[in-house]
């Protein structure tokens, strides 16, 4: 059974750099600068690499809903919410007899 990883732009760039530095052609200090990371994070990168392989390096969040997602419930609240006709003739008789703005004199 073979397996397809999906990888960024930017996962494939750092498996070139993490691959050199595995092979001693240039020093983890150099990688760290090259991918614009710590000397730290660049080290965790190279130990992630060697145990896991190229899955290693994708991201770990890959295909998990973001933190910032809305509850489905209150996104159709919102979408409906949106959907429905304003009617601006009553909302701007409600500012005006609440003095919130002064009427416009023409």
Same mark, same amino acid.
């Given at each position: 059974?073979?397996?397809?990883?999906?990888?960024?732009?930017?996962?494939?760039?750092?498996?070139?750099?993490?691959?050199?530095?595995?092979?001693?052609?240039?020093?983890?200090?150099?990688?760290?600068?090259?991918?614009?990371?710590?000397?730290?994070?660049? +080290? +965790?990168?190279?130990?992630?690499?060697?145990?896991?392989?190229?899955?290693?390096?994708?991201?770990?969040? +890959?295909?998990? &809903?973001?933190?910032? +997602?809305?509850?489905?419930?209150?996104?159709?609240?919102?979408?409906?919410?949106?959907?429905?006709?304003?009617?601006?003739? &009553?909302?701007?008789?409600?500012?005006?007899?609440?003095?919130?703005?002064?009427?416009?004199?023409?």
């Amino acid at each position: 059974m073979t397996w397809t990883i999906k990888m960024s732009e930017k996962e494939l760039q750092r498996k070139t750099w993490i691959d050199k530095a595995i092979d001693k052609r240039i020093s983890q200090k150099a990688v760290a600068d090259t991918l614009e990371i710590s000397e730290r994070q660049a +080290r +965790r990168l190279i130990s992630r690499y060697r145990e896991r392989g190229d899955i290693g390096l994708v991201s770990g969040s +890959r295909g998990r &809903p973001g933190n910032r +997602r809305l509850n489905t419930a209150i996104a159709e609240k919102i979408k409906q919410f949106i959907s429905e006709p304003v009617m601006i003739a &009553p909302i701007k008789q409600w500012i005006e007899s609440n003095k919130l703005i002064k009427p416009v004199l023409a």
